[in-house]
């Protein structure tokens, strides 16, 4: 007893668990059920026809109602619903998609935007039918394959037979369950081209090319491939000083949103601009004004880096074929898809061969049965099956030159011939029909054995018919990389302060640095000899008693640091020079030493490199003999930031002063000029001015006859009145002709600059004295075009050497009078060739020794004072130091 109640109990605790349900099975069939329903039947085209489902089904419904008129896109909507068993929205959305490729539909109405991103017309608007081109390529019903649709009431193809390379033609993109597809369109001229280049067993490279044209760089395209990636941009060009245009857009954009990405850059600041108009109809047209004194130049990069100007996308190759999905190239898509065209086209000529032989042997029994009388046969027979066989009787004699044997059905078509066409019937042309039939079978057979040429020939017609407008409208280029550091607005004020050691945007009322952007890096040094850089924050600690902060440029070999620091508390000196052109951001660096107690004595940043020359002076001990001595930073190598410097003393160092500021030591910096901002740049916007060291010059010459020289600064600002601005040689002399109005003649005058960085006048100071031509070259010519006097003739124009007509001279002498008669127009002609001497610069000079100043009392420790030698470093063609 007690164990039956036992056996219950054990069953009552059993039950629960056998009403349990485990999902594994479900979620195995259910969700790959359902993964395999949307990659094959919804988001993933087939390579075969590069049509997904709901497009083929769209092309189907278009060539059932097809009668060459438009049909109204709802009622094409409608008839596909009997093969897509899905709302009418989804196939409107997708026949608009087809529409707007402007390939396979032919569309009229309101048909949407792809360039502004309008939408289209509701389907009861607008109508559809068939292009020529789709008629031609995409169907042919006798090769086509059909299926039940999905209610089994109709019939719908597997494929289309398409004979082109439509899916990369087209483009097509989806996201299914656990994979997506992302092929980019391809122009039609270059597939044609590609296909014919793969029939003859040539190399083919197949790139984008979209429809709203743009630039891209297909450098990293990886032939469409997962992992590939495609640059695009907008074409801009500049108008004017102050108005870019924007007249393509890239793929994927709109006008609308490139705009918006645009508006949102300049609310952050990343850029500056006044106004944008939308001017886009049939082709893009955005205007962008910019605030007078803004570089178009620094603005469109700065458009490419901040906004959808540019924009980066992923193809990503994958299509249907045999029901399962396929990750492949578009190299190889368009294989498949031009020998798939090939097998469609045999498939067709083995028809329409058939057919041909089908209607000559029909077209010879049917001369041999009228010919020879045989109908009459037939006319004693009183069952069907004795006039078949008399018939066949009959033909016996006559048919050996047949291709295949006689069937009944052919005898019984032969009684199906009326009286009438018996009566008419024309031997001649009977055996005319026979011939031009064996002609077409003959040629269909040539095709047969020439498959190859015969596709070729098929493509070409296609580029021929079809080809006309359709052009590359994508420019393919290779982008250079947009330094956004470089190109965004300062937007933003950074403040420092140094004894407690913050730095930020928001400390407003400690000292100004300088202004940058909120994407820039902050370099900092203490007093202690610590680095660190840092991302431009609101407020930041870094480290007391800040000795130098500034905005950090990666990569930045131009900005050395000169310091001299002393190791330890009572240790000796240091002297170094470095660049730091790539760090760890927020990681603490010692630049000095980590021996406790370390501080920097005297520390300068440079941002052209130059090399200071300071004054040593040491504190009062013991005998020391000598407490005051220069150093110049000219004579320390350049070494890594890490590197622990040249002695410079053992002693203690009172203070050191600045006595004179140095020139660059590095190699020529390459300067531009920017004509639509009137500034100098190191950037390469504008026209390139030359290349200057340290200590070259700037010259520059006004209009109203002012002539100076200045050390090139990235700051400055030019007079709209400039006329000359060059890299200044001073041995090259300057020639000018000019009006004085004191004398009202013309004279001619060449002198070279004798006052470095002095503003001086060339010409007389009367008010209506006036700059005529002034020219640099080394042997200039002018042409003197005189005025004709009342009663006289005209002068014939005078040619002038102004090296011959006048020496050199200082800058304030009058000149030599240019001549008597009146002048009409001076013109400036070519220069005759002359080649310039070739400048020597102390630093192109080979060193033979070199001594680095170190101790005062040069005792014995000055060979170990780690003073550079020449084999601690190397110098490449590019002029960068490596050390060893």
Partial sequence: MIEEENDDLNKEQEEPNETITRVTGMYKDWFLDYASYVILERAVPAIEDGFKPVQRRIMHSMKDLDDGRYNKVANIVGHTMQYHPHGDASIADAMVQIGQKDLLIDTQGNWGNILTGDSAAASRYIEARLSKFALDVVYSPKITEWQASYDGRRKEPVNLPVKFPLLLAQGGEGIAVGLSTKILPHNFIELIDASIKHLQGKRFKLFPDFPTAGIADFSNYNDGLRGGKVRVRAKISQLDKNTLVISEIPYGTTTSSLIDSILKANDKGKIKIKRIEDNTAAEVEILVHLPSGLSPDKTIDALYAFTSCE??????????????????????????????????????????????????????????????????????????????????????????????????????????????????????????RIDAL???????????????????????RLKKDYGKGRGRKTEIRIFDDVDATKVVIRNTKLYVNRAEGFIGTALRRDEYVCDCSDIDDIIVFTKQGKMMVTKVDTKTFVGKDIIHVAVFKKKDKRTIYNMIYRDGSRGPSYIKRFAVTGVTRDREYDMASDSKGSTVLY??????????????????????????????????????????????????????????????????????????????????????????????????????????????????????????????????????????????????????????????????????????????????????????????????????????????????????????????????????????????????????????????????????????????????????????
């Fill in 438 to 460: 064996e002609e077409q079978i003959a040629e269909v057979k040539h095709h047969l054995a020439n498959l190859i040429d015969y596709a070729i020939a098929f493509f070409t």
């Fill in 603 to 884: 520390f300068s940043a440079n941002p052209n490199g130059e090399a200071e020359v300071v004054t040593v002076m040491l504190r009062q001990s013991g005998s020391i003999k000598k407490l005051k001595w220069d150093i110049d930073f000219a004579d320390i190598m350049i070494k890594g930031r890490s590197s622990k410097g040249n002695l410079v003393t053992k002693y203690a160092v009172k203070r050191i002063e600045l006595k004179e500021k140095g020139v660059s030591t590095l190699k020529p910096r390459k300067i531009w000029f920017d004509e639509a901002v009137q500034r100098i740049n190191v950037d390469g916007r504008g026209e390139l001015i030359g290349e200057f060291r340290g200590e070259d010059k700037l010259l520059i010459i006004t209009q109203s006859g002012i002539a100076k020289t200045l050390t090139p600064e990235v700051t400055m600002h030019f007079d709209d009145d400039m006329i000359v601005l060059e890299k200044w040689v001073p041995k090259k002399p300057i020639s000018a002709i000019y009006y004085n109005g004191e004398k009202e003649l013309y004279y001619v005058k060449r002198f070279l600059i004798e006052n470095e960085g002095k503003e001086e006048s060339f010409i007389s100071d009367h008010p209506n004295s006036q700059l005529e031509i002034v020219s640099t070259d080394w042997k200039p010519l002018a042409e003197v075009v005189f005025a004709k006097e009342r009663g006289k003739d005209r002068k014939d124009n005078m040619t002038i050497n102004l090296e011959e007509f006048i020496a050199i001279k200082g800058i304030t002498a009058l000149g030599n009078q240019l001549t008597k008669d009146k002048v009409n127009q001076i013109n400036l002609l070519d220069p005759l060739p002359y080649e310039a001497p070739e400048e020597v610069h102390a630093d192109d000079l080979e060193v033979v020794d070199e001594e680095v100043l170190s101790d005062p009392k040069k005792d014995s420790d000055s060979s170990s004072n780690g003073e550079a030698r020449k084999d601690d470093f190397d110098i490449d063609e590019e002029g960068q130091i490596t050390l060893f």
């Fill in 311 to 432: 924009s980066s996308i992923s193809p990503l190759g994958c299509i249907i074929e045999d029901n399962k999905p396929l990750f492949i190239g578009v190299s190889e898509m368009l294989r498949r898809s031009t020998d798939h065209t090939v097998e469609l086209l045999k498939q067709e000529l083995d028809i329409r061969l058939n057919e041909l032989e089908e209607q000559w042997h029909y077209a010879s029994l049917e001369r041999i049965f009228i010919e020879n009388r045989i109908y009459r046969d037939i006319e004693e027979e009183e069952t069907w099956e004795g006039v078949i066989n008399a018939i066949d009787k009959g033909l016996k004699p006559h048919v050996k030159h047949l291709k295949r044997a006689v069937t009944e059905e052919d005898i019984v078509r032969l009684t199906e011939i009326r009286i009438k066409r018996i009566s008419k019937f024309d031997i001649d042309k009977a055996q005319q």
